[in-house]
């Protein structure tokens, strides 16, 4: 799967958001400069910290969440301009909507921006990184090994059994006892 890169993406999306306030009432321009200037934050934050696209540990959620209620504020602010079906879901409330999914903006970004590492292309800081993506991966690392274990074992039952038998077991039960280490690493 061949993704956009995250950091175009927040500014295709910035750029989309200026160009969308050229027709919008007066009260839509601020809600979609704020999604600009957000999204081109967003992009910032990508750019400082790469690792953060795709991250196993999660901690792109924050600029996920981002991403989505400034698709849900646009979204918002057409149906307000449109004005369809306000005998059901009257105009203001929708207005009102979107200004308040836009106020959430800024402490979702400033959670985003906690979340990235800086300091991604250090040692230390690759390390850190690296240890938290195998920390979110414990469960597979478990798993891996417990299915190790489960493979060898009816061999290792036999009398006289392959010598790769006692090294593949060795193997399993450092996998995981690896994965022991990483999940006591949690808490």
């Known amino acids: 799967m061949n993704r956009e890169p995250r950091t175009a993406a927040f500014l295709r999306h910035a750029a989309s958001a200026d160009q969308a306030a050229h027709n919008v009432p007066a009260r839509g321009v601020p ?3 704020t999604i600009a200037d957000t999204c081109r934050a967003a992009a910032d934050v990508y750019a400082s910290d ?11 959620r924050d600029l996920d969440l981002v991403e989505e209620l400034c698709r849900q ?3 918002l602010i057409r ?3 449109s004005g369809r079906g306000a005998a059901r879901w009257p105009v203001e409330d929708r207005w009102a909507e979107a200004e308040a999914l836009t106020a959430r903006l800024p402490v979702i970004l400033g959670r985003a921006r906690a979340a990235a ?6 040692v230390d800081g690759c390390r850190d990184i690296s240890r938290l993506w195998l920390t979110a991966a414990s469960g597979g690392i478990r798993a891996a090994g417990e299915q190790l274990r489960a493979a060898i074992g009816r061999a290792g039952g036999l009398p006289y059994p392959a010598p790769e038998v006692a090294e593949l077991a060795v193997l399993a039960e450092q996998v995981i006892g690896h994965a022991d280490k990483l999940e006591a690493g949690r808490g």
């Open 50 to 60: 790469p690792t953060l696209d795709g991250c196993p540990a999660g901690r792109e």
């Open 79 to 81: 149906s307000a301009v």
């Open 117 to 122: 590492r800086t300091d991604h292309d250090t």
């Open 73 to 75: 504020i646009r979204s």
């Open 31 to 33: 809600l979609l400069a």
